[in-house]
Antibody
Framework: EVQLVESGGALVQPGRSLRLSCAAS????????MHWVRQAPGKGLEWVSGISWNSGIIDYADSVRGRFTISRDNGKNSLYLQMNSLRTEDTALYYC?????????????????WGQGTLVTVSS | EIVMTQSPATLSVSPGERATLSCRASQSVSSNLAWYQQKPGQAPRLLIY???TRATGIPARFSGSGSGTEFTLTISSLQSEDFAVYYC????????FGPGTKVAIK
């Protein structure tokens, strides 16, 4: 059974940093690209960042580019999101998401398994 | 940048009725279009990918159609568990989601 368990969410002040983690199990982690998707309270889904299986392809939403860094450790079956210079508008539930297919670039696959999310609240 | 739109924002339907949800892309995404269902307090669930292929375990009452810029999700006979928010998402390039359609009980 595929499991994605996010952690690291917290209440932080604007301008501070936070690192999210996602522990993956139930599938061959290093075969799949992964993504972070967020959802502000009461709002829709917003893609944040994606990374290929070997970290060779990475991209970010314009809203986080230059502040967030995605990474993965295939030896630990883990995905990370380093979040710097946090803003109030970054407040959201952050989902770790697995891609459906293995043979295409990360931007060309639907998203088939989602974790339950970890809540990041940015407030003074 | 591709912009995804969905209509209507809210669809009020009686159980057993048919629901038709629309999704439009600002430029062609070929058939690289997925639909997700999200219930309150839950993570999204993949329903349809490739515009018309049902994901594993998804009931046959869910069907998708379209290509290019115009897409439709049809729920043939709404069950109580289908009342939720539905999002479309293009994956012709880095993911972009539509704003969602809430399917509510009439």
């Amino acid at each position: 059974e595929v499991q994605l368990v996010e952690s690291g969410g917290a209440l932080v002040q604007p301008g501070r940093s936070l690192r999210l983690s996602c522990a993956a199990s139930g599938f061959t982690f290093d075969d799949y690209a992964m993504h972070w998707v967020r959802q502000a309270p009461g709002k829709g889904l917003e893609w944040v960042s994606g990374i290929s299986w070997n970290s060779g392809i990475i991209d970010y939403a314009d809203s986080v580019r230059g502040r967030f860094t995605i990474s993965r450790d295939n030896g630990k079956n883990s995905l990370y999101l380093q979040m710097n210079s946090l803003r109030t508008e970054d407040t959201a539930l952050y989902y770790c998401v697995k891609t459906l297919t293995t043979v295409v670039p990360p931007q060309r696959s639907p998203l088939d398994y989602w974790g339950q999310g970890t809540l990041v609240t940015v407030s003074s | 940048e591709i912009v995804m739109t969905q209509s209507p924002a809210t669809l009020s339907v009686s159980p057993g009725e048919r629901a038709t949800l629309s999704c439009r892309a600002s430029q062609s995404v070929s058939s690289n279009l997925a639909w997700y269902q999200q219930k309150p307090g839950q993570a999204p669930r993949l329903l349809i990918y490739g515009a018309s292929t049902r994901a594993t375990g998804i009931p046959a009452r869910f069907s998708g159609s379209g290509s290019g810029t115009e897409f439709t999700l049809t729920i043939s006979s709404l069950q109580s568990e289908d009342f939720a928010v539905y999002y479309c998402q293009q994956y012709n390039n880095w993911p972009k989601f539509g704003p969602g359609t809430k399917v509510a009980i009439k």
